[in-house]
């Protein structure tokens, strides 16, 4: 690890979905201006950071990852000046700002697509693929050949996500340098960060006809991020594909890539092969193997993992993980505990920190996700509408999306009648009544980003799995020379421990005060060892 790396193992980082945080004018979409009035919350949960979804100019066809001016915000969010402000409010507070980068595609309704699709002789035309046939049977994220025929020049050109989101050619050395161009921009405007949104797309392998980890994918990282002006900045690369080797190039201390990446194996449990719409059975023994495997894989390189549950495409946690209905405070506490202790880099996404379970629907017109209406359409008439519907409540990106509740008021104190239907649970969970509550899902976030950020122990200290061989726990040490903790996760059935250890628990979701005993479903603590 180098230095940087090592300094932002202290960062929380706090995930908004911009559109769905807070309206501050109460036009029903949420705003700048109203996530500036929020900063003290977030700050009061204990992150140092926040990464904002785009927030760039959007035709929203997948809410603002279809970016079509790079250097300005979507009106409907506000105004540069409004996001000015903001980043000086966080400033002023200590936190950091990292921004989403987009650089594997534009909108369609961005000026270079504009003009490329114009005629084959454009000078934009090279910034994108084009092909007289589709070169490949790539499919598209959402559905569809991920070759769309455009009749203006009678070629096709390629699009991995929606079919108004155009791949960059990045093998087009204009387009690194617009790319780069952007980066400058938004460091000088005072950015602290990108999160780099599926990065390793932007090197495609024809040859061997895989989307992604193309074989100048490291070269171009590097380009972007490699330079003397932005190395103090902290990345974060969403890497679907990336293997152990991978890993190590794109975070190793001396490759000049980037700071981390996010490693998707525990979250895609529970799914089948269909994917996301497509539940398979679930066991948190099999969560907590695919964790120690990359707690143990991460330590022994000396590389910087990240910790998350959740973001803005991915189910609530409480709802796939744990139990929503009985004990979703406990089950929510405890994936929390689970999960950040260990090293690496905590990640939350907005909602996670009351216990926000999944929404529920059986109304197409509650659904704005493009993955999610799309396999709508796709499978309408072939399954049964209660079948489909399973499927799209298990997996919808909207279950991140709905509008966060603040209050018990008309709205869930979001503002105007929200863009997306307001959460239906939100008289029972929402901020005001979490904070108020006995079992405050927050209270506890609270306190154990406080345990975290005061003992050294689990910020740079050493992870150690001591599970054994025991089903239904997971059991790990942080420890430094000096400081030595103990953390024990009990998953949905009760289960007995003995264990001979002189400790004091420090931090627990069910009033336990000794690591021997009786566990019941979904309890937690954390032990400081005594010496
Ligand atoms: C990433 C984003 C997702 C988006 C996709 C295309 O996976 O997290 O929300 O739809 O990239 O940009
Ligand atoms: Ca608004």
């Known amino acids: 690890m180098t230095d940087r790396q090592n300094e932002f193992q202290k960062m929380v980082v706090y995930q908004i979905y911009p559109r769905s945080f807070k309206d501050s004018n109460s036009d029903g979409i949420g705003d700048i201006n109203g996530i500036t009035e929020k900063l003290d919350y977030i700050k009061s949960l204990g992150a140092n950071a926040i990464w904002l979804s785009p927030c760039y100019k959007s035709p929203n066809e997948d809410n603002g990852y279809d970016i079509s001016d790079y250097r300005d915000i979507m009106d409907e969010f506000g105004t540069l000046d409004d996001w000015k402000r903001m980043t000086a409010e966080m400033h002023k507070r200590g936190m950091k700002l990292i921004m989403d980068l987009v650089a594997n595609h534009t909108s369609s309704e961005h000026k270079w697509f504009k003009e490329a699709r114009k005629s084959k002789d454009n000078p934009y035309r090279d910034y994108y693929y084009w092909a007289d046939e589709p070169l490949n049977d790539w499919q598209a994220c959402f559905g569809g050949s991920a070759w769309q025929y455009d009749e203006a020049t009678n070629q096709y050109y390629l699009h991995s996500y929606a079919v108004g989101q155009p791949d960059l050619n990045w093998e087009n050395p204009k387009v690194r340098q617009e790319m780069i161009d952007v980066v400058d921009y938004w460091v000088k405007l005072g950015v602290d960060g990108f999160r780099c949104d599926v990065l390793d797309q932007i090197s495609k392998d024809f040859v061997n006809n895989k989307n992604g980890n193309g074989p100048r994918l490291h070269e171009y990282i590097k380009m972007l991020f490699g330079r003397e002006e932005v190395s103090h900045i902290f990345t974060v690369g969403e890497c679907w594909g990336a293997g152990e080797d991978n890993i190590k190039q794109l975070i190793g201390a001396d490759r000049k890539e980037l700071s981390t990446v996010f490693q998707f194996d525990h979250i895609v449990l529970g799914r089948g092969d269909g994917g996301r719409f497509d539940p398979a059975p679930f066991v948190l023994d099999e969560m ?38 009985e004990k979703r405070y406990e089950s929510a506490t405890m994936l929390a505990t689970m999960v950040y202790l260990q090293k690496g880099i905590p990640f939350i996404y907005q909602g996670q920190e009351i216990g926000t379970a999944n929404p529920y629907s059986e109304n197409i017109e509650d659904y704005d996700d493009i993955e999610t209406v799309n396999f709508y359409k796709r499978n309408k008439g072939k399954l049964t509408d209660k079948e489909l519907f399973a499927k799209m409540n298990f997996g919808t990106r909207d279950a991140a999306r709905r509008p966060m509740s603040w209050d018990e008021s008309e709205n869930s104190g979001f503002g105007g009648k929200p863009w997306l239907p307001i959460y239906n649970r939100y008289k029972e969970i929402n901020v005001k009544a979490d904070m108020t509550s006995e079992k405050s899902v927050f209270r506890y ?66 009033g336990r005060k000794t690591i021997s005993g009786m566990y019941e479903p979904y309890e937690c603590a954390v032990f400081r060892v005594n010496r």
């Open 288 to 325: 907590r193997d695919k964790l120690v495997k990359w707690q143990l894989f991460m330590q022994k390189n000396d590389l910087p993992a990240t910790l998350f549950l959740e973001n803005h495409d991915q189910p609530r946690c409480v709802s796939r993980f744990g139990n929503d209905a």
């Open 445 to 510: 976030y609270q306190q154990l980003f406080r345990l975290r950020s005061e003992n050294e122990a689990f910020i740079s200290g050493a992870y150690d799995n001591v599970t054994g061989n025991r089903k239904g726990i997971y059991i790990y040490k942080r420890y430094t020379n000096d400081e030595r903790f103990i953390i024990v996760c009990n998953f949905e059935n009760s289960n007995e421990l003995k264990l001979d250890i002189d400790c004091e628990a420090v931090l627990t979701n069910c």
